[in-house]
């Protein structure tokens, strides 16, 4: 027997319109044909009274054996409530609002970020649907949603395409190859639906959480002598994409660890006065997030950004995002080529990429980054320098300087790292102060 309604009490969020919920429960059983199928099981079970209570029946309705006399039931239920008239109650309408502000939303948009938002939020709704409608495929979606919302299924797929602006904002994700219950079919970013149903400075919020901005620089562009034509070119390349607004300008950063790649994309947003934001690698609680839901996350910050700033988008260990080519050419990768390629062509904003190494991605997609720059460790006359420079504030002879220099893997982040510990540990005598900072760098070099 069906789990439908098994709960013993159910208490939907209050930000959710009840009358509107009523009104898609109606919907679904009476013009998508969910009534029969319903029926077939829903006399057996004691659970009738909640079902009642969602859809605004009395609960001696739930002691009605002829189909006939409860879609009679219904139909008078439809009548009292009349037609939809796009609301989804003040709280959640005040929400969508806000989101279709921050981002442009169109009307239709609005409204279908509503119903799933409603399917999410209201377990019952969504049992409703799954027990009376079943599995369905990207088809069938569209023409539920045309029938529940009113709108044409024409505008309904438009507005689900991948190009459109509820999957390109990293909003909404819908699976076109599975067949899924109706709220399945809905993949609202992380967060969102408990952001809607409690209002717009939650919605904000979330929006926050998704986009952080980036840590002040540590490291200026003076700290890369080694690269300066290399890192002028970049510079110069972002302050003309800015100024003329020219998408799809990205940038990849490469290099061992250590090598500063992530700072000097902080160097370049703060030689330019501009900000930098960057793309989470966790949620709220701290946990690891999946390539496909950064991309999610790098989409929502280029459409929120590029409505509100001029500003730069850091997006920081990208091996786990591009596809693997063999996993592609086997068709078991989350991220289609097409797919990647796509956001590396329609970034409003400029994009700086940072790795490890570029040795497993795809010759398609090194050859759409504008520029390209290898980190490595400065050479040794490199290297003294950066020991100068930094280490000013600490008593160390020039013998101990000299001596540093000539190791071959010292680069700028793993001295800035060592020397700030240093420093704040506070040693007084240079001899100490030699041994302490040798220590750290030996504990990473």
């Not at 602006?165 to 599975?178: E, F, M, T, V, Y």
């Not at 562009?221 to 034509?229: A, C, T, V």
């Not at 693997?324 to 289609?336: K, S, W």
Request: with cysteine; glycine share 8%; charged share 20%.
């Amino acid at each position: 027997m069906s789990t439908l309604f098994f709960q013993e009490t159910y208490l939907p969020p209050p930000a959710l319109d009840r009358d509107t919920i009523a009104r898609f429960g109606l919907v679904i059983l009476l013009d998508l044909g969910g009534l029969p199928q319903l029926w077939s099981f829903l006399p057996q079970t004691s659970k009738r009274p909640l079902l009642m209570r969602m859809l605004g029946l009395p609960e001696s309705a739930s002691r009605i054996r002829s189909q006939v006399r409860f879609e009679a039931l219904l139909q008078q239920r439809r009548a009292e409530l009349g037609p939809w008239t796009g609301d989804f109650g003040p709280v959640l309408d005040a929400s969508l609002q806000n989101l279709a502000d921050t981002l442009g939303l169109s009307a239709i948009e609005y409204r279908i970020l509503g119903l799933a938002t409603l399917l999410g939020a209201h377990e019952c709704l969504a049992k409703l649907a799954s027990q009376s409608l079943g599995e369905m495929d990207f088809l069938g979606l569209a023409k539920t949603c045309a029938r529940l919302l009113g709108n044409p299924e024409s505008i309904i797929r438009a507005a689900l395409a991948t190009n459109g602006l509820l999957a390109q904002s990293g909003l909404l994700a819908i699976d076109r190859k599975a067949r899924h219950r109706l709220h399945a079919k809905f993949e609202l970013l992380d967060g969102l639906v408990d952001a809607l149903c409690t209002g717009p400075a939650e919605v904000q919020a979330l929006i926050a959480r998704w986009i952080p901005p980036a840590t002040a620089a540590t490291l200026t562009l003076k700290d890369y002598p080694h690269r300066r034509p290399a890192v002028e070119m970049a510079r110069r390349l972002l302050v003309a994409s800015l100024k003329a607004g020219r998408p799809g300008v990205n940038l990849l950063l490469y290099g061992p660890p250590g090598t500063g790649k992530t700072e000097l994309a902080k160097g370049l947003a703060a030689a330019m006065g501009v900000a930098l934001y960057t793309v989470p690698t966790g949620d709220a609680q701290g946990d690891p997030i999946s390539g496909v839901k950064r991309l999610r996350c790098y989409r929502l910050a280029q459409h929120v950004l590029s409505r509100q700033e001029r500003a730069l988008l850091l997006f920081d260990e990208v091996e786990d995002v591009f596809p693997n080519p063999l996993g592609v050419r086997l068709g078991n990768a989350e991220l289609t080529k097409g797919w990647i390629n796509a956001t590396l062509e329609g970034n409003p904003l400029p994009a700086l990429w940072v790795c490890n190494d570029i040795q497993g991605l795809d010759h398609a997609y090194l050859r759409r980054f504008d520029q390209v720059i290898e980190l490595g460790v400065p050479p040794q006359g490199v290297r003294a320098g950066l020991i100068e420079a930094h280490t000013r504030g600490l008593s160390l002879s020039r013998a101990w300087k000299t001596r540093a220099a000539l190791h071959p893997d010292l680069s700028p982040a793993l001295l800035r790292k060592a020397v700030g510990t240093v420093a704040t540990a506070g040693y007084r005598s240079p001899a100490a102060t030699e041994a302490a900072l040798e220590m750290q760098l030996n504990a990473t070099l």
